[in-house]
């Protein structure tokens, strides 16, 4: 690894004692290892900084490799790598010397692998980075991150004959909120790509699933899943892949980046229905019974 970021860690997989379930937990968004390296290169301050990141989401599914399913968590914080998106999506605007790059809306907005801006286009950086810097990043942190991931869902997929990625994310409440004083927002989005990456089975299990713990669920809107559910949901492979998007609001505070009292009684609501879903691939080979 480069000495510019030895503070920055790339990323952990907590393995279960015994491993019993096809499926696996993954949180690319959850990094907080900002580092005095990677602080030191941006304008914002080290709060403003975190605005794009998935807080405490590790501490909702702390546990859930007890039943059987293993973890992996980027400790690398988004605004520094996105791990959900493709390694070409390189923004000309922060990366000189960039040739024949592809342009999309996600990188027309900052929002490339190495992003330019947080939430609220806040810009990350005073200046630009040259393309040995961002090729760095993606060699020490996107390459292993989704190898690893690659080698848990294969895994899984060769002792279960199967296997179910739960790519686990969450969404600032303005993303769902509605104006209609008789439709409620959603508070989990799953997302399986208009059923690209998941077996519809899987995806309908989960989401009967979490409505049976009393979430509100919605399906493909407005977040059906990016690169991650893309790349690593391979149905004709029988790997299966799903985002899930947790509404911010459920259990911390936004703008200061904080929990409040909701993210206990949101883990005791929640981690009962992913404990469910660890079920849904098991020893047996089968999709689990209702």
Known sequence: MSDAFADIRQHSIVEPRSLTSGVVFALPHSGRDYGMSFLSQSVLDAQSIRSSEDAFLDHLIDGIEDYGAPKIIAHAPRAFIDLNRSTDELDPALISGLKNNIRNPRISSGLGVIPRVVSHGKSIYRGKLNLEQAKARIEHYWEPYHTDLSKLLKRAQSIFGQSLLIDMHSMPHEAVSTQSSILKSPEIVVGDRFGMSSDPEFTNRVISILKQHNFRVA????????????????????????????????????????????????????????????????????????
């Open 219 to 290: 399906k493909n809107t407005p977040f059906a899943g990016a690169f991650i559910t893309k790349h690593h949901g391979k149905v004709k492979e029988r790997i299966h892949a799903l985002q899930l998007e947790i509404d911010r609001s459920l259990y911390m505070d936004e703008e200061q980046i904080q929990p409040h009292s909701g993210l206990e009684e949101l883990k005791s609501k929640l981690f009962p229905a992913l404990i469910q879903i660890s079920s849904i691939i098991y020893k047996s080979n089968k999709i689990a019974a209702e």
